[in-house]
């Protein structure tokens, strides 16, 4: 199956700090791509996705390029804000299912 | 919006106990899941389910299984729970082949 890795955490940023996570992925074949974030307590929320190679997805000010040739969809975020601290989940979606990697951890100080 | 729902947040139950974790989506998705989540290990998959009635088995679908008898309904079902099933369960659905999963919220199993 499809395996994921992700820059391990816990990230700690103070506010309006650049935040970048890194995510690489093996898979057959060309998955979807997506991160999903876990805010304290709740359940998993789609933040972008990217179906094809050199797409872009966008979604509260984040950004990840799906790059096929380094299988990688890093995700970006220009200014972070405290409403941003949760755990950041990327994942490749084929087969009907997704892959998730560990998970990283953001923390935002104000 | 999608909503799916888990039936408990948290549950405590005893081991041997025989354990029904339940969902329930409301927008006639063809494919439902079950997930588990521990820290360091992210989330992993022990059961899918692509219409009623079907299911397919996931990573660890080991001390699990499932139940699908309406499309909007799907059941996880521990036999005889154990101490290393103490989770947090997340389950999703998805409108059909490769589209987006919507989750709940989750379940939070302590098993004593």
């Known amino acids: 199956g499809d395996s994921v890795t992700q820059m391990e955490g816990p990230v700690t940023l103070s506010e309006e700090a650049f935040l970048t996570i890194n995510c690489t992925y093996t898979a057959t074949g060309y998955p979807s791509l997506f991160w999903y974030v876990q805010y304290p307590g709740e359940g998993l929320q789609l933040l972008l996705k990217?179906?094809?190679?050199?797409d872009k997805g966008s979604n509260k000010g984040f950004e990840a390029t799906y790059r096929k040739e380094t299988t990688s969809f890093h995700l970006e975020k220009g200014s972070v804000q405290v409403s941003d601290s949760a755990v950041y989940f990327c994942a490749p979606l084929s087969d009907y299912k997704l892959s998730f990697g560990a998970g990283t951890t953001v923390t935002v100080r104000a | 919006d999608v909503k799916v729902t888990q039936s408990s947040r948290y549950l405590v139950k005893r081991t041997g106990e025989k354990v029904f974790l339940e969902c329930v989506q409301d927008m006639d998705h063809e494919n439902m899941f079950w997930y588990r989540q521990d820290p360091g290990l992210g989330l992993r998959l022990i059961y899918f389910?692509?219409?009623?009635?079907?299911?397919e088995k996931g990573d660890i679908p080991e001390g699990y299984s499932v139940s699908r008898e309406k499309k909007e309904r799907f059941s996880l079902i521990l036999e005889s729970a154990s101490t290393n099933q103490t989770s947090m369960y997340l389950c999703a659905s998805s409108f059909v082949g490769n589209s987006p999963l919507h989750f709940g919220n989750g379940t939070r199993l302590t098993v004593t």
């Open positions: 990217a179906t094809k190679a050199d």
């Open positions: 389910s692509y219409d009623v009635k079907m299911k």
